[in-house]
């Protein structure tokens, strides 16, 4: 039922918890209300989540925050719900596919700034598979979480379609632009 690599007691929660939201919404159309007092402590501490939503292998939902404001539990209700009824890439969650959604909760580190003279250095820097990286240009700013490397992992790749991904040329450069990583924790449903 859930993966092998994370079957602490906090992930199976999590993952009950972001499932229980995406039922929940499908009657309410909000996130599940989550009552911390009830909740062990470490499902209480201010944590970032990212839910991604998987149906027969393929993409069906990715949302989250990058910066802890909420606890752990309630931000992985939000994001769940979000993935599930706000990601403006797909449709809402129908009843009918309920069943053949997959989660995975990526539980996001603090965001470290990284300083970089260049691309080539920002490039070295990078940890493949490890790093989750943000871009911020003005107003524009997106992000990869280090599961996408397993489909991106050659480093200047990845960085070409984050760039992408920002509304950027996979070429562009600037004196302004910052870059953020960050690593996770993931739990995730099996298949």
Known sequence: MYSPERQDLP????????????????????????????????????RATFTT??????????????????????DAARSAFQAAYRDSRFDPVGQHEFEDIRLEIS???????????????????????????????????ATFLPKVWESLPEPRHFLAQLKSKCGLPEDYWSERMEFLRYHTTSYAELV
């Open 53 to 74: 939503l998987r149906s027969k292998g393929k993409l069906r939902g990715c949302c989250g925050t990058l910066e802890a404001s909420l606890p752990l539990a309630v």
């Open 11 to 46: 992930g199976i929660q999590l993952l009950r918890l972001a499932r229980g939201s995406i039922e929940y919404g499908l009657i309410h159309e909000k996130p599940l209300p989550i009552d911390c007092d009830k909740l062990p402590r470490a499902l209480t501490e201010l």
């Open 107 to 141: 539980v996001l580190s603090p965001l470290e700034s990284m300083v970089v003279t260049n691309e080539t250095d920002l490039l070295e820097q990078l940890m493949p598979g490890t790093d989750g990286l943000v871009i911020i240009e003005d107003w524009r700013r």
